[in-house]
């Protein structure tokens, strides 16, 4: 019912820069929050950046300062710009997003992007 798009991941070298952006789709009336996780292979899932429509933003420690997320509200998108890139970066980087489906359901449920691979090399 809900579809994310992602892309902009790619094999970069250590200090370099990506752009990642994702794009929602669907059966939408609003979406509440839009955000980026990423999971590197054996590692739990983890919390990057987040949008709320309001604008506030919630960003993970080791990206602070590096990483800056931005969001089209108008356009159901958001994106990931992404400095200084390190090679403990690298991770398959998913989009979220906090959907209201339909008018007349409030309940809000959480949509995942199929991933983008980000590669940092030393």
């Known amino acids: 019912q809900v579809q994310l798009v992602e892309s902009g991941g790619g094999l970069v070298q250590a200090g370099g820069s990506l752009r990642l952006s994702c794009a929602a789709s669907?059966?939408?009336?609003?979406?509440?929050?839009m955000g980026w996780y990423r999971q590197a292979p054996g590692k739990q899932r983890e919390l990057v950046a987040a949008?709320?429509?309001?604008?506030?933003?919630n960003y993970a420690d080791f990206v602070k300062g590096r990483f800056t997320i931005s969001r089209d509200n108008a356009k159901n998108t958001v994106d990931l710009q992404m400095n200084s890139l390190k090679p403990e970066d690298t991770a398959v980087y998913y989009c979220?997003?906090?959907?209201?489906?339909?008018?007349?359901?409030?309940?809000?449920?959480?949509?995942w992007g199929q991933g983008t691979q980000v590669t940092v090399s030393s």
């Open positions: 979220n997003a906090a959907v209201q489906t339909t008018r007349t359901r409030l309940t809000t449920y959480t949509f």
């Open positions: 669907g059966s939408i009336f609003s979406i509440n929050a």
């Open positions: 949008h709320t429509r309001s604008g506030t933003t």
